[in-house]
């Protein structure tokens, strides 16, 4: 039989909706972790004949004062002390790069040592597989505080020239969260009395001079908790009435990008054309009015 092939390949890009720029490997790893979702709740106006609850809700994009990159550092011997030597002398001539080419003090680096593992190979003589302990990986992470992120691209590329590839993770650090709060604590009575006002110019009702506050959350998510990423599906149709015929398919790329936190449903967004990846605060505020009779 003549062998026939029908070979129909369509690539279509599709979003993924899963969980910085600079965020580091420990991206990949992450499951998706609600944080859209759980900003989407809707805003409510909680009545009844005596009193309502109004509330805000905001949020503000604010970026980092500084970053900890965390590095990954390995190394293979034969014995555990080679091995550790080894480890010792590639960080320390990168830790001696990092202060020369981008001035960061000892202060701000720190070498944490994660695992030490034995490495285990077989004898073979005829049938019989003896284990034993071929060698030993040792695993080292060399922490780093930068105040400018864009030091990073350089830094990955001194650390491939000792054989560094792991950037493990970035951590974004804000300073002043208490003065972020304020602002959105503000931002949200603002908010609140606009609605109140209508409310009442609308039912005509009068309040009591006092309020209270009834609910507050405040928290927020790190760049590393609002990345997404897509991979693009590569539907096949493969007819093949030759056995002996090989197929090979095309290799799939993902693509991590940074996604904000989704502003719908928000009063007020502080700050919401970001084109780098920030720290997102939220602030949901309650306030109870009593009405009077």
Known sequence: MTQKIILTTILLFTVVTL??????????????????SQ????????????????????????FADSFVVTIGVSEYAKTLKEANTKI?????????????KFGISSSDIYIDMTTQTQISDYKVNGNNAEQFISGFEQKK???VKLKDIKDLDKIIVVASEFEIYD???????VTDINKIYIQLFQS???????KKDLYVKATNIKLKSTSEIYGESFYSFFPTQLYNNYTP??????YDYNSS?????????????????NYSGFDEVINPTVIEPTVEFILMLQIKFDIEK
């Open 19 to 36: 969980f910085s720029q600079h965020s580091g490997n420990y991206v990949t790893e992450q499951n998706y972790n609600n944080s859209q």
């Open 39 to 62: 900003t989407q709740l809707p805003s409510k106006l909680y009545l009844s004949d005596s009193a309502f609850v109004i509330q805000a809700k905001v949020l503000t994009n604010v």
């Open 88 to 100: 010792d002398d590639k960080i320390q001539k990168f830790i001696s790069e990092l202060k020369s």
């Open 141 to 143: 992470n060399v922490i």
């Open 167 to 173: 950037i493990a993770k970035v951590d974004y650090i």
């Open 188 to 194: 949200a009575m603002e908010v609140i009395n606009g």
């Open 233 to 238: 599906n590569i539907t096949t149709e493969y």
């Open 245 to 261: 015929s090989k197929r090979k398919d095309l290799r799939k790329n993902t693509t991590y990008f940074y996604d904000h936190i």
